[in-house]
């Protein structure tokens, strides 16, 4: 791992060898956020943009000489990375866009972006010959988990609210994770998820606290900028709860511009739920985010429900030093999202995916995109995550089944009362 220099504290500045600490900055207990540090001219001795072209790779794997870990280390079989990346020309021309586009991390294994994250951390466990593996989770980050610890028969404990919705909980089950089903908030179990950890010397991968989680969510910002042929996007819309996402993306960006891979960096878009909306609240009154408390958080999109975000500190640089934005959607905006996405641009997302789409209609709508800028919207989980939340979406948009009997004089009936218009 000669290509990663250190791990450096957000706070303090201090720097640590890799082998010294595993988390978090001793100096700043939990706060103390490390970011990897690279050795960039020798990254670029090893791989190249002419490598990717040739690579057969089709996953997160191909950008190995980016990622933290000995080149050496077996890395798990499932297929992470790679996902589609869809043109939206007809949703862009309703908007009165040239260019938009929607990366679809519903795709993933295990049907979220979060396998971006666990599949990094379960090489770096596996690094360190940990015996067990755990994270807290509102859900995704802990189906990830699973299903990467599965794929490489790794044991692992996992701590989710109870309040995590039903698919979430049965990948968990079925994938042959520990569950304990947390009676209380994300933000409760991930406290007890650390000293859990501390008691029992397990491998931690939980977000905003494992420094590597950002550095396998930073691919996602490789692929898109290498599938729209290297030319980094203007604008890019992601849903933010503990801020490791956007916070991986902005790395990534970091990354390919001191490669010189690409020449500017997009403006990065975090879109919150109004009920969780720590992030863009500090943003718009230009609050600190290390002295800032944490809120209540109450929003139907439960993967970004977070009242401490656990990566505010990389979170808020991403949206700064990017000259981007935060902003901020109801659940009524998110759930209308749902069909709008599904509609438009036939990506089925989870309420958490929908509220990046949310955050560009709502941003459009403000006048914050001119027409000719060429936009991604990152969709981070598959709407099967939460049928529930998919009924209710449908239901505030008016749209219903039709019951009929099993005779076509009720299908006469039915679709006497119905006109297909073009275009709709
Ligand atoms: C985790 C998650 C997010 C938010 O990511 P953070 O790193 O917590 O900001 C958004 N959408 C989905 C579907 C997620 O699972
Ligand atoms: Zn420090």
Known sequence: MDHVLSLKCLICGKEYAPHEVDYVCPDHGNDGILDVQYDYDLIAQRISLGDLLHSTDHTIW???????????????????GWT??????????????KHLWIKDDGRQPTASFKDRASAVGVVKAQERGAKIITTASTGNAAAALAGLCASVRQANVIFVPESAPQAKI????????????????????????????????????????????????KTASYEICEQLGWQAPDRVFVSVGDGCIIGGLHKGLKDLLALGWIDRLPKLMGVQAAGS???????????????????QATTLADSISAGLPRDRIKAMAAVRETDGAYLQVSDQEILAAIPALARGCAVFAEPAGAAAYAGLLKAVGEGLVSPDERTVVLVTGSGLKDVASAMKSVQQVGTQPHYVGPDLGDVRRVMDGISFIPGE
């Open 84 to 97: 589609p990346l869809y043109r939206a020309d007809w949703s862009a021309a309703q908007l009165g866009l």
């Open 170 to 217: 049965a990948q968990l089950l079925v994938f042959g994770s520990t569950v304990l089903l947390v009676k209380g908030s994300y933000d409760q179990a991930f406290e007890l998820c650390l000293l859990a950890a501390k008691e029992y010397g397990w491998y931690n991968r939980n977000t905003g606290y494992n420094p590597y989680m950002t550095e396998g969510k």
């Open 62 to 80: 191909r950008y190995k000489a980016l990622l933290p870990i000995q080149p050496d280390s077996p890395v798990p079989p499932l297929a992470v």
């Open 277 to 295: 909306a720590y992030m863009a609240q500090a943003w718009a009154n230009d609050e600190d985010v290390l002295t800032k408390p944490a809120i």
